[in-house]
């Protein structure tokens, strides 16, 4: 398997309009999510809504993101 970086195209979290929710607070909330192994619909108040994190993390894994991160980190 090769492990070519991502563009910066394919990680775009939405359209190129004003973006309501920082990437720091998706990221962060993504790791909350992962960290804690609770549902999306039981992500507290203080993150982005459910499925404004939910869109970005389904999209970086099905282009191999979180498997690239993974095997990183693994090396």
Do not use: N
């Amino acid at each position: 398997m090769s492990c070519k970086p991502a563009t910066t195209a394919s990680l775009r979290l939405s359209s190129p309009r004003a973006k309501k929710h920082l990437r720091r607070a998706i990221l962060d909330a993504i790791f909350y999510l992962v960290g804690g192994g609770i549902a999306w619909r039981q992500l507290p108040s203080d993150f982005p809504p459910a499925m404004t994190v939910y869109s970005p993390f389904h999209s970086w894994a099905k282009i191999g993101v979180w498997q690239r991160i993974h095997d990183a980190l693994r090396d």
